[in-house]
């Protein structure tokens, strides 16, 4: 096991440079599965999420080539399993989506329950609904494994009851080669959505209108391989616009797509903050105190909810009182405990969180519990009086590639440390 170190209470200052967006490749890399020749995809994040992903596929019989550390040659042309191991699958939501490609390609498909951040309930029904609006049958069989299969996939008119992002992607590779039209509504609108849309057609799907409520897909016989190169990862980019923000200094974050900021620049300057944009980035600089703010978490185009634990280390230090209602998942506040360990005044009830900004945070002892919840303790910890550990830094390297490599280049002190395993015998 392994913790980082951080001596906060230094301003960071300079340039970084945003990965590929992990939430665009945990999608792109499944969709590989649709094509009938090579697809090679750049700008992939080194991460532990997308290694899960490719381990996944490459047990399914993929023949994947790494041409560099940010770029894979996928050929799944030889793949004839549709059943996707189990150990993998529950570690990461993300291997929900070899259940819309399996089936897209096989007509079948056999996956576990997915597993993922623990911050509630992470239900699949509108994937199912989905699936079977195609013309699959679902059951639930042996070992919590969902089988999935149809005689046919034939293109319908799908309603989701709530916006999801999993949902919208599940469907879209379920679809892209179904008989027929499908229309997707009240569809997810991420940036990622977007990505995965472009990707399938640059491989010759036909689908319009990703990025919009209805999304519409229409049937092709046969996908081709491709190059693409994936998005940057606007979560990322966001978290190191806050952590310059937190710790009053002035960073320059490149390799973004301004546009998929709005949401997050928006509550910066609300925050007092300056945020100066470019064509490919974003300047965050803060002189002043932060001002008190509110936010409520919503779908894109809204304020993201992955945005939301990074965020809550500015409400915890701004003047006044701010709240945060968490619309999209029942329990994103696992951080708060954490954060009151470190000083921050906050009370949740239900899905608000309602932040007395204090003058600093004190560096304590932490855990993380999930990847967004770590991002912001880390936030935390650069921004605080004296010395943090984090614990279970696991869940922070699934989302973040090199994240102290790019914080120390910011001038941050943060450290890797082994974390040794108490013995019985060392204790007595
Ligand atoms: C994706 O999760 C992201 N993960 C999450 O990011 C992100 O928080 C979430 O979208 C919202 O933007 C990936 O892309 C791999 P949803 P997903 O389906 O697809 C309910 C991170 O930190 N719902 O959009 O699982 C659900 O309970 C991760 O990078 C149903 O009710 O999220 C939630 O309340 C954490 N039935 C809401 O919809 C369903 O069938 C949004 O979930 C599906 C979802």
Redesign the pocket.
Known sequence: MEKFVIQGGRPLYGSVSVSGA??AA??IIPACILSDGVCRIENIPNIL?VSSIVRILHQLGADIRMINKSTLEIDCSNIRDYVVPDDLVRK???S??FMGALLGKFSKARVSM?G??D???????????GFEALGASVSLVRHGMIDIHAEKLTGSQIY??????????NIMLAAVKAEGLTVIENA?K?P?IVDLANFLNSMGADIMGAGTDVIKIRGVKTLKGTTYSIIPDQ?EAGTYMVAAAATGGDVTVHNVIPKHLEAITAKLIELGVDVAEGDDSVRVRRTGQLQKCNIKTM??PGF???LHPPVAVLLALANGTSIINES???N?FRYVEELRRMGAQVQVDGKIAVFEGVKNLTGACVKCS???AGAALVIAGLAAVGTTEIEDIQHIE??YEDIEAKLESLGASIKRVRVKEPSMAKAL
Do not use: M
């Not at 911050?119 to 609904?129: E, L, N, S, Y």
């Not at 989701?160 to 992607?169: K, R």
């Open positions: 992990k939430n945990v999608a999420d990461i939501r993300a929900a989506y997915p993922g951040c911050f509630g309930v992470r239900p699949i029904d509108q994937h199912i609904k989701l009851d709530v916006v999801s992002v999993g949902a919208t992607v997810a991420e990622h979560i779908p894109h993201p909810t992955d999209v998942w029942e994103r999930d990847l967004r699934r989302g």
